[in-house]
Structure formats: structure tokens, C-alpha cells
């Protein structure tokens, strides 16, 4: 039985059949595939995602970009969460993928990931699967976009959607220079030596 299973957890809060299943045989282990992005848009993402929803809100980035680099929102310290992955990772069937790439180069991505998880697919399904996975259609349909429990279960029916803009360097829109510098300290702090690559801009290699 195959169960597909998407969330937000710290890798400390995994169910008990996925914290345990690390001690299976690799064939037996869940596949996980962690999709990452750079910290300034999801901030970012965050601040606009959090005025839609049910949550404790600020109304300015100043203030919302104190609460996230101090892990006062919902989901802790995005330092926490990453490291915390990426230094379990031996206990895992675990794909790193960045969501950068994902924007960049689609289809190479979705060849990624059925080659992680074993599948082959035509040609035909290939360009319908990445047809599928490209933001605006995503935007568009209801399995992925959340609009209709943006409705029916929290009665929120101002206009836009559930995914806003799903670009790299939005951030560049929202903070100013001095909180940019603030915000690279405060990641080379955290993250020195983390081998992971990250896109802070669309036109970055």
C-alpha cells in the first residue's frame, strides 16, 4: 500500500511508521523529497500567506521578518527545520530539490524525481505531468491550490488565490537594503559550512 503524504514538519515531529521505518532496509524506507527554497522568499511567501489565513499577523515586513529569523511563527526557526533534515538525512530515503530549480527547469526537475522514485514515463505523460506542475495551471486547479478551503472552512472570500506569485526574488519587492545585509548576517551566521546551494535571484546560476 503506497500512501502520499505532504506537510511541513520538523523532523523531530515525523509520525512514529516514518521516525521508526529509518531503521528498515533501504527498499522498505519511505521516499521523502524535500523541496527547499531560498529563505528570503518564503518569508516573504509567509508574510502574505499569513494575512490570508487564521493566523497571528504583523502589518509591516520589518516587523514579520523579526518574528521568522527569531522562529516566532508557525512551523519554528526555518534554520531548525532545514539542518535539522539535512543532518538526519542518513536515516532517510531523502531527496534534496530546490524549488528554484523546479521554476528553471521543470521538466529536468520531474525527470529527478521519477528517477528518485523509480518511475518511467512516456514521453506523452512527461509533457502532461509538467504541463500539470507549471505554477499557473497549479494556480488554477483546485487539487493544488487550496482556494476552496480558503472558503469553506475559514469563510475567507476575498478575491486572489491561495498561490500568489511563486517567483524567485520577490523578496527584492519587500525589503529594503539595510534588512537584506541584516538578513545575509543572520544566514551566514547559521548556515556556515551548510553544503546545500541556494538561487537568491531569477537570473542566478
Not at 9 to 22: A, C, H, K, R
Not at 73 to 81: A, K, M, T
Not at 88 to 110: A, P, Q, T, V
Not at 129 to 153: C, G
Request: glycine share 4%; with cysteine.
Amino acid at each position: 500500500k503506497r500512501i502520499l503524504l505532504k506537510d511541513h514538519l520538523l523532523v523531530s515531529s515525523l509520525p512514529p511508521p516514518i521516525l521508526f521505518g529509518s531503521k528498515w532496509p533501504e527498499e522498505q524506507k519511505a521516499k521523502i523529497i524535500y523541496v527547499y527554497r531560498n529563505p528570503k522568499d518564503v518569508m516573504c511567501s509567509y508574510f502574505h500567506f499569513s494575512k490570508k489565513m487564521p493566523l497571528p499577523t504583523t502589518s509591516t515586513i520589518e516587523e514579520f521578518m523579526q518574528l521568522f529569523l527569531e522562529g516566532k511563527v508557525l512551523g519554528s526557526l526555518w534554520f531548525d527545520h532545514i539542518k535539522g533534515w539535512h543532518e538526519h538525512k542518513s536515516l532517510f530515503n531523502i531527496e534534496f530539490m530546490m524549488y528554484e530549480e523546479f521554476k528553471k527547469d521543470l521538466r529536468g526537475s520531474m525527470l529527478k524525481v521519477c528517477k528518485f522514485l523509480g518511475k518511467e514515463l512516456s514521453d506523452e505523460d512527461m509533457d502532461t505531468v509538467v504541463s500539470q506542475a507549471m505554477f499557473e495551471n497549479m494556480k488554477l486547479d483546485p487539487r493544488a491550490n487550496y482556494d476552496n478551503i480558503l472558503k469553506d472552512q475559514f469563510g475567507i472570500q476575498e478575491k486572489g488565490h491561495f498561490l500568489r506569485k511563486g517567483t524567485i526574488g520577490d523578496w527584492k519587492n519587500y525589503m529594503t537594503v539595510e534588512q537584506n545585509e541584516r538578513f545575509d548576517k543572520i544566514f551566514q551566521k547559521n548556515m556556515k559550512d551548510f553544503p546545500l546551494k541556494f538561487i537568491w535571484d531569477m537570473n542566478e546560476e
